[in-house]
T-cell receptor, first 117, second 114 residues
């Protein structure tokens, strides 16, 4: 079945460490996205990529980095510069420059819960 | 810029009660509108969508109608079940090229009691 897989489901980070969250999709979508969700709040966009080897900052990119070397993969690194990284991270895919006009919805992974210890 | 405002929660209902969660939006252009549902500890799932004015999206007994004149997309269900307990997000997307770069509301938590 097609879908998006995020790993790990739970991740613990020590102060000063960089950690990388994995996101893989087999939906053949050009575009992929990373969101952060804090308790009781909506989703905030961190980074997005509309095509391989290209990505743009979202609303809260500081302290995060991404790469898009393959169409299927869009890993997110939470660096030590991110001062408050404890949150639920959601990866999504959908659309892109070559998608059909009616394909406007996003498909989400199951999320990674990151906790600083 | 684009924005989505949805009814603040939490909402608590008894089983078989009628549900309405209000959602209004502002957007440039002609957005597609969505309702997503998030169960505890999981990602978001698309519940229903509407891509143009007067369209009605429906799924699993939930319905929402795209009202351009009132810029609204209210979610309704005639008889809720305990299994409907979740967080519901209203969202819009202005183009397929940025389908995942949607604008989301803050979410409304629904609890249905037996």
């Amino acid at each position: 079945d097609g879908g998006i897989t995020q790993s790990p489901k739970y991740l613990f980070r020590k102060e000063g460490q960089n950690v990388t969250l994995s996101c893989e999709q087999n939906l053949n979508h050009d575009a992929m996205y990373w969101y952060r969700q804090d308790p009781g709040q909506g989703l905030r966009l961190i980074y997005y990529s509309q095509i391989v080897n290209d990505f743009q900052k979202g609303d809260i990119a500081e302290g995060y980095s991404v790469s898009r070397e393959k169409k299927e993969s869009f890993p997110l690194t939470v660096t030590s510069a991110q001062k408050n990284p404890t949150a639920f991270y959601l990866c999504a895919s959908g659309g892109g420059r070559r998608s059909r006009p009616m394909n406007t919805e996003a498909f989400f992974g199951q999320g990674t819960r990151l906790t600083v210890v | 810029g684009d924005s989505v405002t949805q009814m603040e929660g939490p909402v608590t209902l008894s089983e078989e009660a009628f549900l309405t969660i209000n959602c209004t939006y502002t957007a440039t252009g002609y957005p597609s509108l969505f309702w997503y549902v998030q169960y505890p500890g999981e990602g978001l799932q698309l519940l229903l969508k509407a891509t143009k004015a007067d369209d009605k999206g429906s799924n699993k007994g939930f319905e929402a109608t795209y009202r351009k004149e009132t810029t609204s997309f209210h979610l309704e269900k005639g008889s809720v079940q305990v299994s409907d307990s979740a967080v519901y997000f209203c969202a819009l997307s202005v183009s397929n090229t940025n389908a995942g770069k949607s604008t989301f509301g803050d979410g409304t938590t629904l609890t249905v009691k037996p």
